[in-house]
């Protein structure tokens, strides 16, 4: 079983920045893949990039160049940064894992975390 919980999200102005973090439990961490995934009001949950037990990255079209997804298996923790924000961004942001799947289905990862909220003014 993973435990995870995201914190790190707020509110922020166009332009600006803002890192999530998602904390993991458990001693397993490195053996899983790990995303980001949103949920805009009215809009069903989307994928936003994910990362590989070895450090492969998949990006979203809509958030390369400007999201940079990372982890510190030392710290049981992965992170989004994010630059330059526009008001689309603003969303609830989910992190997910899964020992098996580290592609952009969000039907297929096994644990999730209760979400953090992103809002970004214009």
């Known amino acids: 079983q993973v435990q995870l919980v995201e914190s790190g999200g707020g509110l922020v102005q166009a332009g600006g920045s803002l890192r999530l973090s998602c904390a993991a439990s458990?001693?397993?961490?490195?053996?899983?893949?790990m995303s980001w995934f949103r949920r805009a009001p009215g809009k069903e949950r989307e994928f936003v990039v994910s990362i590989t037990q070895n450090g492969g990255t998949y990006y979203a079209d809509s958030v390369k160049g400007r999201f940079t997804i990372s982890r510190d298996n030392a710290k049981n923790t992965v992170y989004l940064q994010m630059n330059s924000l526009k008001p689309e961004d603003t969303a609830v942001y989910y992190c997910?894992?899964?020992?098996?799947?580290?592609?952009?289905?969000?039907?297929?990862?096994?644990?999730w975390g209760q979400g953090t909220q992103v809002t970004v003014s214009s």
């Open positions: 458990g001693r397993t961490f490195s053996s899983y893949a």
């Open positions: 997910a894992a899964d020992r098996y799947y580290s592609g952009s289905s969000v039907y297929e990862y096994a644990y």
